[in-house]
């Protein structure tokens, strides 16, 4: 079975603060995929990254950056420098390939509170 | 493009009547899927197709849902009857056929039943 783990239900920070989201995930799968979502207040989800299992390379988008570690099943998200503009609830989720076919199953979500 | 588009965008209805939401996934896109979001469940993935066929309906709650993808740019999801229970976020997503892509959502709809 697929599972995917966000302990952190809600996070608040003040801007300018770093701030890392925690994402656990588990499966028997060898190919696997992992993505970070973001809905912000609007409800709409926006895509923000994929890592492929085969890919353990950190990536850095700007203020994004992302952890990726095969050996705790982790991969974590990071914001720098954190803005008003990052509140949203961010949704880490796991896409396995399984007789060919693929579903995304999402954690609970992390809701991030950046205050000024 | 214009992306994977749903309507109605809101929805208020009233307990016992039909209800059904629509989706038009991005052209090109093979892989449609249903999810539902609510405060207490998340997001739970209801149904999803593959080449316009049901694949997994394993996450749709009751025989009062259905779904359908009579082809590959527009698909259902009906409830019929709808309850309070039923009032949630819905949201329609397609992906590529290349293995690993992100899905794409469209802006949902958000159902009420009174």
């Known amino acids: 079975a697929q599972k995917v783990t966000q302990a952190q239900t809600e996070i608040s920070v003040v801007e300018k603060e770093d701030v890392t989201l925690d994402c656990v995930y588990e499966?028997?799968?060898?190919?696997?995929?992992l993505f970070w979502y973001k809905q912000p207040p609007s409800g709409e989800l926006v895509f923000l990254i994929r890592r492929n299992s085969f890919d353990e390379q950190n990536e850095i988008s700007g203020r994004y950056s992302w952890n990726f570690q095969k050996s705790t099943s982790s991969f974590n998200f990071t914001i720098t420098a954190s803005q008003v503009v990052d509140s949203a609830v961010y949704f880490c989720a796991l896409r396995t390939w399984n007789t060919g076919f693929q579903k995304l199953v999402f954690g609970t979500g992390t809701r991030l509170l950046v205050s000024t | 493009d214009a992306g994977v588009i749903q309507s109605p965008r809101h929805e208020v209805t009233e307990m016992g009547q039909e209800v059904t939401l629509r989706c038009k996934p991005i052209s090109g896109h093979n892989s449609l899927f249903w999810y539902r979001q609510t405060m207490m469940r998340g997001l739970e993935l209801l149904i999803y197709f593959n080449n316009n066929v049901p694949i997994d309906d394993s996450g749709m709650p009751e025989d009062r849902f259905s779904a359908k993808m009579p082809n590959a740019s527009f698909s259902t999801l009906k409830i019929q009857p709808s309850e309070p229970r039923d009032s949630a976020v819905y949201f329609c997503a397609s992906s590529p056929p290349e293995g690993g892509q992100g899905y794409t959502f469209g802006s949902g709809t958000r159902l009420t039943v009174v």
């Open positions: 499966t028997r799968d060898t190919t696997y995929y």
